[in-house]
C-alpha cells in the first residue's frame, strides 16, 4: 500500500515497490514524477489487501492503520475527501478486467475501507477477483504473481474526461490522435506536453485518459495498445529523429516477427466473421479469389487479370508454374517445411496448409471444407499468418512500406556480424531479396531451377532413364537450360557469394503421379503408358526422404555429378566475361553421412574446376563444401571439416531425421503433442535447442577443431525464425540464408541478439 502520485509532495517509491508497478500505475508514477499534473493515486497489492482482511478476522487494526494513512495521501491539505474510483493495473491488457468504478463514496470509518460490503472495499475486491476468478494458483512463482498484483485507487477527476492516443494507430505520427477514428474534441495546449513526455517515458503506443477543467489537464491513466506494425516502425524511426532512443534503442525494440506483416497483404478486419476452417499459417499474409484445383486454371485465370486461390491436397514441383500464378495456395497436408510452405516462402505467396478436414477430389473440381461444399469458381479467403480460411472475400489491407524500414534496418546492419544470404534460385527470387539487404545466396537448389514445363519434361527424362547412353543424352539438353539460370544468377548478384547446392531431391517429387500426369509424360518421352508404370514402379521407394537423394545420386549417377558441374562451370565463365565484378561461387554437397562420400565428390569437383581453367583468371573465387543435415554428419564433423572449406545446416532435414518425424506428416500430430505439453513447440518451426540444437553445436566445435578456418552457415527455413535466430547467433556462425521475404526479419534479429 503505497502512494505513487500524492495529492500533495511527491511519491517516494523504495525500489521493492517501483518493481511492483505494471500497467496503468508505471506510467502514472512516471507522469507525477516528471512533474505534470496527475490525479491523486495510491495502489494496492492483492497481498497486501488478502492481509487486510486477514487482519480484520483477527480484530487487528495495525495494517487497517497503514492503509488508512494511504487513502489520506488522495485528500489536498484540509480539503474534503474525494469521491474515488478504482482502476485495475495489468502489465497486459484484457477484456476481462473489471471496468473503472467511479463516483464511489469515501469510507465513512476505517472499518468501511475494509469491509467489502461498502462501496470502496467491493470494488477493490471485484478488480482482483476480475484478474482470473476461479483460476487456479499453484506453485511458489504463481502464488508470487498473483500477490503482486496491483489495484489502483485513485481521487475521482474533477473535469471533463477526454480520451486519446499518444501517437496514430495506423501512421505512427505523433498525437494526440483519436481513438476510434472519431474527431478529436477540441485539447488544450498542456495536451502536447503530456503526449511527448508519455511517449518518451513509454515508448510505445498509448491510449491516455485525462480530466480538463477550465483549460487545465490532469492525467489520469494511460495503456498501452497495439498499433498497425507500420506505425510502429514510423514511430520508432521518428523517436530517434526526436532524440529521445539512440538508434541502438530502436533497433532493440521493434518486434521482428511483426516487421514481416509489413511486406505482405493482411486482412483489414475478421470482425463478426468466423473461419470455416484452420491449417498450418505457413507463409504470411492475406489472399482472396476464386477457387482453382490445378496449376493450368491458376495461370489461365492470371493472364485474365484474376485473382484465384490454388486449392490442392498437397503441391509438388509440377504445381510450380500454378503456385506462381495463384495469389494465395490452401492445401490438405504438410506443415512448415513441405514444398507448398518453402515455394511460398520464396516466392512472397500466402499459404495455409495441413488443412485436415479439406478433401479435395481435382478430378470433379469440387472440395469439401468440414460439411460445407465448394467448387471452381466459389471464392475464399486465407490468412497465411495464423492459418484462417474464410468463405468469400474480405477486405484487404496492403502493406505500408515507406523510408522507415531502410532506415531501421540500416542501423541494423551496424551491430551486425552474421551476414544474412538467400535461398534463391531465380533471377526474379534475387533481386527480391537483394532488394530487403540481403548478402549473397546461402542456397541455391539445383532441382528447383527446373520448375517449368519444359524442363520438367527433360528432367523426368533424365531419372526415366534406363543407361547411361540414354542419361547422356538428357543430360544434353539440361546443361544449357542451367549454364544461362547460373550465369543470369551471378549476374544478378554482382560478385556476392552464391551457394549451389548439387542435386538433391527424392526422385519421386519430380515424377508423374495422377494418370492424366503419367498419361502427358508418356507421350512427351514417346513411351507407352504401360512401360512408363513399369519404369515408375522400378524406381519407387518405400521412405524416398530416406532414401536416393542427395550425395547417393551424385555418386551412383556420376554423369549427373559432371552435367551439373560442365552448366556451372559455363554459367561461370559467361558471367565472368559480362560483369566487373568477380564471381564468387560455392559448390555444395548435400545428404552426407561420411567422410568418404564428401572425399569423392569433392575430388570429382575439383577436377571438373581444374579443367576449366577459370580460377587462372583470377576473377573466379571458388570454394567446396557440404550440407550438414543427418546426425552423423554432426558426430564425424571432426573428420569431415578438413576436406572443405565450409558446412552449411540444413536444419530441416536434420531436425526430421533427428526426430524421426516426416516433416510432412507432422502436422498431423504434432498439434496434440502441443496442447498436450508433450513438445513445447513445433521442431519444424523453431529450433529444437535441447537436440537438434545440441547437434549442430557439436558439429561447430569439431569442424573448426580440425578446421580453425571453417566457414559457418544455417541455410534452412529455421534461418527466418526469430527464435531460432537468437539460438544460432550464440554458435559462433557466419552466415544464414533464408527465404527473400524472411530477410528482413533475420538481419533485424541478429542485430538484436548481438547487440
Not at 482470473?132 to 475521482?156: H, K, M, N, S
Not at 514481416?260 to 492475406?286: D, K, M, W, Y
Request: charged share 20%; proline share 6%; glycine share 10%.
Amino acid at each position: 500500500m503505497f502512494a505513487i502520485a500524492p495529492a500533495t509532495g511527491k511519491a517516494n517509491l523504495s525500489a521493492a515497490q517501483l518493481k511492483l508497478l505494471a500497467g496503468k500505475a508505471r506510467w502514472i508514477f512516471r507522469v507525477g514524477e516528471a512533474g505534470f499534473p496527475t490525479v491523486p493515486t495510491i495502489a494496492i497489492t492483492r497481498g497486501a489487501w488478502e492481509a487486510l482482511q486477514a487482519e480484520r478476522s483477527r480484530k487487528d487494526t495495525r495494517l487497517r492503520t497503514h492503509w488508512i494513512a494511504c487513502l489520506f495521501k488522495l485528500v489536498s491539505g484540509d480539503a474534503k475527501a474525494p469521491p474515488l474510483t478504482v482502476r485495475t493495473s495489468a502489465a497486459r491488457h484484457n477484456g476481462g478486467l473489471m471496468n473503472a468504478r467511479t463516483g464511489l463514496v469515501p469510507p465513512s470509518s476505517p472499518e468501511d475501507s475494509v469491509d467489502p460490503s461498502r462501496p470502496l472495499a467491493r470494488a477493490i475486491k471485484n478488480a482482483f477477483d476480475s484478474y482470473g476468478f476461479g483460476q487456479a494458483w499453484a506453485g511458489p512463482r504463481q502464488e508470487d504473481d498473483r500477490a503482486r498484483q496491483i489495484v489502483l485507487v485513485q481521487a475521482t477527476a474533477d473535469g471533463e474526461l477526454e480520451q486519446f492516443l499518444t501517437r496514430n494507430a495506423v501512421t505512427g505520427g505523433l498525437g494526440p490522435a483519436p481513438v476510434d477514428g472519431s474527431p478529436l474534441p477540441r485539447l488544450p495546449t498542456g495536451i502536447d506536453a503530456l503526449v511527448s513526455l508519455l511517449d518518451a517515458k513509454a515508448g510505445r503506443h498509448m491510449t491516455c485518459l485525462v480530466a480538463i477543467k477550465n483549460g487545465k489537464v490532469s492525467f489520469v491513466s494511460a495503456r498501452g495498445i497495439q498499433a498497425a506494425p507500420a506505425a510502429e516502425l514510423e514511430a520508432a524511426v521518428d523517436r530517434v529523429a526526436r532524440k529521445v532512443w539512440s538508434a541502438q534503442n530502436a533497433v532493440s525494440r521493434v518486434d521482428p516477427a511483426r516487421l514481416a506483416q509489413l511486406l505482405h497483404p493482411r486482412l483489414r478486419s475478421t470482425e463478426g466473421v468466423a473461419p470455416i476452417a484452420t491449417g498450418l499459417g505457413v507463409s504470411p499474409g492475406a489472399a482472396s479469389g476464386v477457387i482453382v484445383f490445378n496449376p493450368e486454371d491458376a495461370a489461365r485465370l492470371r493472364a485474365r487479370g484474376k485473382h484465384c486461390i490454388l486449392v490442392v491436397n498437397e503441391t509438388g514441383p509440377a504445381d510450380i508454374e500454378g503456385m506462381k500464378a495463384a495469389t494465395g495456395i490452401l492445401t490438405a497436408r504438410g506443415g512448415m517445411s513441405s514444398h507448398a510452405g518453402v515455394i511460398a516462402r520464396i516466392t512472397g505467396k500466402p499459404c495455409v496448409a495441413g488443412v485436415r478436414t479439406l478433401f479435395v477430389d481435382a478430378a470433379e473440381l469440387v472440395c469439401r471444407i468440414g460439411d460445407r461444399e465448394l467448387r471452381s469458381g466459389d471464392r475464399i479467403t486465407i490468412d497465411g499468418s495464423d492459418g484462417n480460411v474464410y468463405a468469400g472475400v474480405l477486405p484487404l489491407a496492403q502493406p505500408h512500406i515507406g523510408g522507415a524500414m531502410g532506415t531501421l534496418l540500416g542501423w541494423s546492419d551496424a551491430s551486425r556480424t552474421i551476414e544474412v544470404r538467400t535461398n534463391a534460385e531465380t533471377v526474379e527470387s534475387g533481386r527480391t531479396a537483394l532488394s530487403f539487404g540481403a548478402e549473397g545466396i546461402g542456397l541455391a537448389r539445383s532441382e528447383h531451377m527446373f520448375f517449368s514445363p519444359e524442363r520438367m519434361v527433360a528432367l523426368r527424362r533424365l531419372i526415366l532413364s534406363e543407361d547411361e547412353d540414354d542419361r547422356a543424352r538428357a543430360l544434353h539438353g539440361l546443361v544449357d537450360f542451367q549454364t544461362g539460370d547460373y550465369s543470369a544468377l551471378f549476374a544478378t548478384m554482382k560478385g556476392l557469394p552464391v551457394t549451389v547446392r548439387l542435386f538433391d531431391p527424392p526422385l519421386h517429387e519430380f515424377l508423374p503421379r495422377t494418370d492424366e500426369d503419367i498419361e502427358e509424360t508418356a507421350h512427351s518421352l514417346g513411351l507407352a503408358v504401360r512401360a512408363l508404370r513399369l519404369r515408375l514402379e522400378r524406381i519407387a521407394e518405400v521412405n524416398p526422404m530416406l532414401g536416393h537423394r542427395g550425395v547417393r545420386l551424385a555418386i551412383t549417377y556420376p554423369e549427373i555429378l559432371q552435367m551439373q558441374m560442365q552448366a556451372l562451370m559455363a554459367g561461370v565463365r559467361a558471367a565472368s566475361e559480362t560483369q566487373a565484378e568477380p564471381v564468387i561461387v560455392e559448390v555444395m554437397v548435400p545428404f552426407v553421412s561420411t567422410v568418404s562420400e564428401v572425399a569423392w565428390v569433392r575430388d570429382k569437383v575439383n577436377d571438373i574446376v581444374a579443367n576449366s581453367g577459370l580460377l587462372r583468371s583470377g576473377r573466379v573465387q571458388f570454394s567446396f563444401g557440404t550440407m550438414i543435415e543427418l546426425p552423423r554428419a554432426c558426430l564425424r564433423a571432426g573428420e569431415i571439416a578438413p576436406m572443405v572449406d565450409f558446412f552449411s545446416f540444413g536444419t530441416n532435414d536434420l531436425t526430421q531425421t533427428t526426430f524421426g518425424i516426416s516433416r510432412d506428416d507432422a502436422p498431423t500430430f504434432l498439434a496434440a503433442y502441443q496442447r498436450k505439453g508433450i513438445y513445447e513447440r513445433d521442431p519444424f518451426v523453431s529450433i529444437d535447442e535441447k537436440g537438434v540444437g545440441e547437434l549442430i553445436a557439436l558439429a561447430i566445435q569439431r569442424g573448426r577443431a580440425s578446421n580453425p578456418g571453417l566457414k559457418i552457415g544455417i541455410c534452412g527455413e529455421h534461418a527466418g525464425d526469430p527464435a531460432s535466430l537468437r539460438f544460432f547467433s550464440g554458435l559462433g556462425i557466419d552466415y544464414v540464408s533464408c527465404s527473400p521475404y524472411r530477410v528482413p526479419v533475420a538481419r533485424l534479429t541478429l542485430a538484436q541478439a548481438l547487440a
